[in-house]
Every structure is written in structure tokens, then in C-alpha cells.
């Protein structure tokens, strides 16, 4: 069985959560808690935890400052929030795990399930390393790197290296620049807001794009957008003025 801590700066959030892992998630044991960062990072240096379940948003020091005082990050993170806006931008980017208050049984089996077999390989979170190197670094856009975990591992990738992205239902195939692809178990809509600071316009219910690899709009035979490598991808009616904004 793997150890959890808990962090959370209201108690009555410690004590439910406690209880919703106790009913619902059989694989984990809670060995201790704590209601603020600085009580947060003396329990995990103690119990050197398999999973830490994580305020986001506390008085004094946040969860993400906490985790920027840690020496090392060798166990796995959920974040717990109540704001779905509060810094998950750089969350989504790393691929980690969040759950929005009130917890949902579901997302939240789901998450410790996740973190359980990851745990299993202990060894350092390159996810949660990737997170705090967005958190202390002010990069450019073209230097920014989003997280992309497939079946076999995780490949960090400059935004700027992704030419497309495709939808396969319920996951993602990532098109970099350098002919690789890589399948995503996540779904495209996900990362089209995650993105669209980075020049990516999604042009079809399928297909994302970053617009810098966009070499023309042909009008011929249906409209497409011609891709520097002869890729062509359809442009959606209800897109066009949208598409057309962002590319003029």
C-alpha cells in the first residue's frame, strides 16, 4: 500500500478528503496532514510520502511555493483546487494530476489510481521537476515545453517543435517537426485553450494547428490549410472568420 499526505488549509477539507480515500480508494493510507505549507514540507521531509494531495491556494505560502522549497520531489502530486484558473495552465503544461472542489469520487479514484503505478516505479517526478522549472522560469513562447505523456514515456517538447495535432476520440496525435508523432491519451480539446497562446488555432473539429507552420489557405476544392510539409488540413465552415482574424 502506498502513503499519502494532505494539505489543505481547512480542516474540514483535510477531514473529507480523508474520508472520501478511506471509502473509495483502497490503495492508499494517509499517515499524516497539515493545514498550512511551512507544517506541509516538515511532514513530507518526515514521512517521505508516495503521494501528496495538495492545496493550491493557502494563506502564507501556496502549494506551488511549497513544492519550490522541497530539496527533491520523489512522489507523486494531486493538486486540489477550488479555482479552475489558479495556475492549472502551468499544471496542464506538466501533465499533472488536479482535482476541482467539490471532489468527485470518480476524478478522484482516477487520479490516485494514476499516482498509485506511478509511485510503484519510485523515482524522481520528472513531471512535477518540469512544473517547477515552469514556475521559476519566465520563458518565451518559443522556448516553452508542454509535457506530453504517452503509453511508453513522457517526451517534454518545445511548443514551437509541433506543427499539428489530430483528434483519435478520445486521444490526441501530436505531429512535431522532425516527422515524429506521438499519441496522447488525452482528448484534443484539452490542449486547444492549452495552446492558443502559442499560435495554434483550431481549424476543424479534428485538427489543431500551429499557424507558423501554415504555408497557404487554398480556396480550390473545398477549403484546407496547406501545411509547410504538404499536409493539408480541412477548415471548418463555422471556423473561417475566426481563422481568418487570427492569420491576417
Request: with cysteine.
Amino acid at each position: 500500500m502506498v502513503t499519502g499526505i494532505v494539505i489543505d488549509d481547512e480542516e474540514n477539507n483535510v477531514l473529507n478528503l480523508q474520508l472520501l480515500l478511506q471509502k473509495h480508494c483502497s490503495g492508499i493510507a494517509i499517515v499524516a496532514t497539515a493545514t498550512n505549507a511551512d507544517d506541509g514540507i516538515n511532514i513530507i521531509r518526515q514521512n517521505n510520502p508516495d503521494v501528496v494531495f495538495l492545496d493550491i491556494q493557502m494563506p502564507g505560502k501556496n502549494g506551488f511555493q511549497l513544492l519550490q522549497a522541497l530539496p527533491r520531489l520523489d512522489f507523486e502530486i494531486i493538486f486540489i483546487t477550488a479555482y479552475d484558473q489558479y495556475g492549472i495552465q502551468a499544471v496542464k503544461f506538466a501533465a499533472l494530476d488536479y482535482i476541482l472542489k467539490p471532489i468527485k469520487v470518480e476524478d478522484l479514484q482516477h487520479a490516485v489510481q494514476k499516482a498509485i503505478e506511478k509511485s510503484m516505479l519510485k523515482k524522481q517526478n520528472m513531471h512535477l521537476q518540469h512544473f517547477i522549472t515552469l514556475l521559476q522560469q519566465n520563458n518565451s513562447k518559443e522556448e516553452q515545453r508542454i509535457a506530453l505523456p504517452s503509453a511508453k514515456e513522457t517526451r517534454f517538447v518545445q511548443t514551437q517543435h509541433i506543427v499539428h495535432c489530430e483528434s483519435q476520440n478520445s486521444y490526441t496525435l501530436f505531429f512535431l517537426n522532425n516527422k515524429e508523432k506521438i499519441l496522447v491519451a488525452k482528448p484534443i480539446y484539452e490542449y486547444e485553450e492549452l495552446l492558443a497562446a502559442y499560435g495554434f488555432i483550431r481549424c476543424h473539429q479534428s485538427h489543431l494547428v500551429n499557424k507558423k507552420f501554415i504555408k497557404s489557405w487554398v480556396k480550390t476544392d473545398g477549403d484546407y490549410l496547406l501545411l509547410e510539409d504538404g499536409t493539408q488540413l480541412p477548415i471548418a465552415r463555422q471556423k473561417k472568420a475566426a481563422i481568418k482574424a487570427l492569420l491576417l
